[in-house]
């Protein structure tokens, strides 16, 4: 199953997006951009609630 994470989710201007069926990669990716772009940390916990499932 793929899931998804849009960085716009989380209220940003930023069309960020990662997408792959590794849960812990997704929330490891999309940390890691909050950090480095919008100098945010962002619990394990956020970043799980903006995984989305991509409709195949
Ligand atoms: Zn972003």
């Given amino acids: 199953m793929v899931k998804t994470v849009a960085c716009a989710d ?3 201007d930023c069309d960020f997006v990662v997408q ?8 490891h990716h999309y ?10 940390e962002v619990s394990r916990s956020d ?3 903006l995984v989305t499932e991509v409709p195949t």
């Fill in 31 to 40: 940390m890691d951009h909050a950090e480095r772009q919008h100098d945010r």
């Fill in 20 to 27: 792959t069926d590794n849960v812990d990669e997704l929330v």
């Fill in 10 to 12: 989380a209220g940003h």
């Fill in 47 to 49: 970043a799980e609630d």
